[in-house]
């Protein structure tokens, strides 16, 4: 069946790192691709998203790409700030409407 | 106002007793979803809804039922109880497909 694997945490960055979380996802078809945050007591928020191969989701200069080939939509930013900690699930769209979560990654940026 | 609202926002109740959860939505959406999230386990589906004759077990539906009263409006009850039930529940939304889903705010529930 459809799962989503994406890197165990927590982990702990300085600002003004280089970020890189992994995920991959194990799908028949061509399934959506999202990542979601989720800040200190909030609920999960949409981050950004591919719906096709090679589609790169951008915002708030997070990035991902869709990779058909490696299975894998491993999330991007250039330089975190201290306003990046939160937790960040890579899901994948599944048939009948529904979305798979990953397990979450924690992630913690020290000023 | 936000667009998925979730009450109560935390509740502490005793094992046995009966809890009901709900959400509303001004988001127009037909889809309405209950999760449950437990520390390490990310998010797991309890129950769906496509429209308000259309209810669909998740992956977790034992212990757990619903109603969908109005397109605007899905409630997630636990019928009695337990502890392995304490978790933070969240409501979501989504026009259709395999499309965002926009989540609420979510409830913690304690069960002792």
């Known amino acids: 069946g459809n799962s989503v694997t994406q890197m165990e945490g927590p982990v702990t960055l300085s600002e003004e790192a280089f970020l890189t979380i992994n995920c991959t996802y194990t799908?028949?078809?061509?399934?959506?691709l999202f990542w979601y945050v989720q800040y200190p007591g909030e609920g999960l928020q949409l981050l950004l998203k591919a719906t096709k191969a090679d589609d790169k989701g951008s915002n708030k200069g997070f990035e991902a790409t869709y990779r058909k080939e490696t299975t894998s939509f491993h999330l991007e930013k250039g330089s975190v700030q201290v306003s990046d900690s939160a937790v960040y699930f890579c899901?994948?769209?599944?048939?009948?409407?529904?979305?798979?979560f990953g397990s979450g990654t924690r992630l913690s940026i020290r000023p | 106002d936000a667009d998925v609202t979730q009450t109560p926002r935390n509740r502490i109740t005793k094992t046995g007793k009966r809890i009901m959860l709900e959400c509303s939505q001004t988001?127009?959406?037909?889809?309405m979803y209950w999760y449950r999230q437990d520390p390490g386990l990310g998010l797991r589906l309890i129950y769906y809804?496509?429209?308000?004759?259309?209810?669909n077990k998740g992956e977790i539906s034992d212990g757990y039922s619903v109603s969908r009263q109005a397109q605007a409006k899905f409630s997630l009850s636990l019928e009695s109880a337990i502890p392995n039930q304490t978790a933070l529940y969240f409501c979501a939304t989504s026009s259709g497909g395999a499309d965002t889903q926009y989540f609420g705010p979510g409830t913690r529930l304690t069960v002792l």
């Open positions: 809804s496509f429209d308000v004759k259309d209810i």
């Open positions: 899901a994948l769209g599944s048939s009948a409407s529904k979305i798979i």
């Open positions: 988001k127009g959406h037909d889809r």
């Open positions: 799908a028949t078809g061509y399934p959506s």
